[in-house]
C-alpha cells in the first residue's frame, strides 16, 4: 500500500487524459472487479503450474534438446514471467478495486508486461524462421547447432530489452488503462503529439506488424511445402521418414502456439491502435477490458498445447509400432510357410530319387547275376 502514496508525477509528464481526477481509480463495479480477480488468480495458476512443469521436464533432458526445443523453454519462460512478475499486481489491484502499487509500480508492470510480451512473440518469430528453413531448405538443418539457438536467445532480449526499455528513458511512456487497475504502453501519447505518434508507429511495426508477418509468410510456405513435397517422404526409408515425422511435430506445435498468441492479442491490439489513431472515447471502458482479460491468458495455451501435441504424437508412435510388429510377425509367417513348402519340396524330390533308384537296383538284379548290382547301384 505503501507505493500507493508515491507523489504523482508533474503535470507535463502526466499522459494527457489522466490530467484530471484519480488516473488509479477503478472505473468498474466491484462485481466486475471481483471477476477479474478471479479469472486472473485461475489463469496466473494454471500459467505457472503449467510452464514450470515445462521448464522442469526441459531440465531433466537439457543435454539432449533440439535447436528448436530450445526456443520452445525460452517461451515457456516469457510466459512464466508474465504469469509471476505481471499477474499479481493486477489480481490484488482488482480485488482493492484500484490500482494500489503508484506511479513507479505502473511503470514497471507496463515494462514487464511489454518485456516478456514483446520476448514472447520476437521468440515465436524466430522459431517460425526455423521451422520455414528447417522445412523449405533441408541444408539449412545440416549446420544449425545449439550454439546457434544460443546466439538467437541473445539476440531475442537484447531486442525485447531495447523497444520496452525506450519509454523509460524518455520515448513514450507507459500509463494507466482506462478501467484503472492495470498499466500497459501508453498508447493515448499518439494523440497528443508528433513524437507520440512516431513512437508508437515503430512500436507496432517492430514489435507487432513485423513479427506477424514474418510469421504468416513462414507457415504459409510451410504448408505449400508439406503439400508438394508429402508424396515424396513417404517412399523415403523409415529412418528419414521418423525424422520428417519429428520435424512436422515442432512444426505443429509451433503453429498452435502463434495462433493461440495471436487470437489473444489481435483483440487487444486493435483496441490500442484504435486508442492511439481513432476516437478513443467510442470505446466503452466496459469492453476495453475484455481484450485486455484475454491477451493476459496467452501465458496459459501454450502448455496445453504442448501436451496435446505430445500426446498425439506418443499415440502416433505407438500405433506405428503396433503396425510395425505385425507386418514383422507376418513377414515371419510368410517366411516360415514358404520354408515349410521349400523344406516338403525337398523331400517329395528325395523320396522320388530314392524310389527310383530303388526300381533301378531291382532291374540291375535281374539283369546281373554275379552281384554287379550292389557294386554299380550299392
Known amino acids: 500500500m505503501a507505493l500507493n502514496h508515491t507523489a504523482p508525477p508533474p503535470d507535463e509528464r502526466r499522459p494527457h487524459y489522466l490530467r484530471e481526477g484519480d488516473p488509479f481509480a477503478s472505473k468498474l463495479s466491484w462485481e466486475a472487479d471481483l471477476v477479474a ?11 505457472t503450474f503449467g510452464n514450470g512443469y515445462v521448464l522442469y521436464m526441459s531440465s531433466r533432458r537439457k543435454k539432449k534438446l533440439r535447436p528448436a526445443e530450445i526456443m520452445t523453454v525460452n517461451l515457456a519462460i516469457c510466459d512464466l514471467g508474465i504469469s509471476v512478475v505481471g499477474k499479481p499486481f493486477t489480481i490484488i489491484s482488482c480485488f482493492c478495486h484500484r490500482w494500489v502499487f503508484g506511479w513507479i509500480g505502473c511503470r514497471w508492470y507496463g515494462w514487464a508486461g511489454f518485456f516478456f510480451g514483446c520476448g514472447s512473440l520476437i521468440t515465436m518469430t524466430a522459431v517460425s524462421l526455423d521451422r520455414y528453413l528447417k522445412i523449405c531448405y533441408l541444408s539449412y538443418g545440416v549446420w544449425l547447432k545449439r550454439k546457434h539457438a544460443y546466439i538467437c536467445l541473445a539476440v531475442i532480449w537484447a531486442y525485447a530489452a531495447f523497444w520496452t526499455t525506450m519509454p523509460l528513458v524518455g520515448l513514450g511512456d507507459y500509463a494507466p488503462e482506462p478501467f484503472g487497475t492495470s498499466c500497459t504502453l501508453d498508447w493515448w501519447l499518439a494523440q497528443a503529439s508528433v513524437g507520440g505518434q512516431v513512437f ?3 512500436i507496432l511495426f517492430f514489435c507487432l506488424l513485423l513479427p506477424t508477418a514474418v510469421i504468416v509468410f513462414s507457415y504459409v510456405k510451410i504448408i505449400a511445402k508439406v503439400k508438394s513435397s508429402s508424396k515424396e517422404v513417404a517412399h523415403f526409408d523409415s529412418r528419414i521418414h521418423s525424422s520428417h515425422v519429428l520435424e512436422m511435430k515442432l512444426t505443429k506445435v509451433a503453429m498452435l502456439i502463434c495462433a493461440g498468441f495471436l487470437v489473444a492479442w489481435i483483440p487487444y491490439a486493435v483496441v490500442s491502435v484504435w486508442s492511439a489513431f481513432g476516437r478513443p472515447d467510442s470505446i466503452p471502458i466496459q469492453l476495453s477490458v475484455v481484450p485486455t482479460l484475454l491477451a493476459k491468458s496467452a501465458a496459459m495455451y501454450n502448455p496445453i ?6 500426446y498425439k504424437f506418443a499415440c502416433c508412435q505407438t500405433g506405428g509400432l503396433k503396425a510395425t510388429k505385425k507386418k514383422s510377425l507376418e513377414d515371419f509367417r510368410l517366411h516360415a510357410v514358404t520354408t515349410v513348402r521349400k523344406s516338403s519340396a525337398v523331400l517329395e524330390i528325395h523320396q522320388e530319387s530314392r524310389y527310383k533308384f530303388t526300381s533301378t537296383c531291382d532291374l540291375g538284379r535281374r539283369s546281373y547275376s554275379n552281384g554287379d548290382c550292389d557294386k554299380k547301384y550299392g
Open 200 to 202: 508508437i508507429l515503430n
Open 305 to 310: 498445447i504442448y501436451q496435446v501435441i505430445d
Open 37 to 47: 480477480g478471479f479469472y486472473l488468480t485461475i489463469i496466473g495458476i494454471l500459467s
